[in-house]
């Protein structure tokens, strides 16, 4: 895990938007080409209907051409490192293979390092769809 993702995803988490539970997130990834992706939550009123920071991260890196993620970091103010939630451990799982490292964070300094497999195991992709 690089300190380069840990301060963009601190950054980044600055710029959430999260009137409604003041629970920011940040998030950072880096591409297969090295380049970092950011993303923050955007809450709205209508609950469902808002943004992961992951999620965010994940249309950027796509937005700029990239397929493919190499490293994953989630920064939160929490007492504890938050796990991505369901949805975007799919979204992490299509475009990381299983040994790509998610470092969790708080923003008090608490990290947890797992793998995009130990997020979700028996992942649902490509190759259940194959006829």
Partial sequence: MSDQLRQ????????????????KVGAAIRGASGAVYVGCNVENVAYPEGTCAEAGAISAMVA???TEL???????GSPMP???????RQKLAE????????TMATTGG???VTTVAELLPGVFNAAHMER
């Fill in 8 to 23: 963009a995803a601190a950054a980044v988490r600055d710029n959430a938007h999260a009137p409604y539970s003041q629970f």
């Fill in 64 to 66: 700029a051409g990239e």
């Fill in 70 to 76: 190499t490293e994953a970091y989630v920064i939160a």
């Fill in 82 to 88: 938050v796990t991505p939630c369901g949805g975007c």
């Fill in 95 to 102: 475009f990381a293979a299983g040994e790509v490292p998610v």
């Fill in 110 to 112: 608490v990290e947890q």
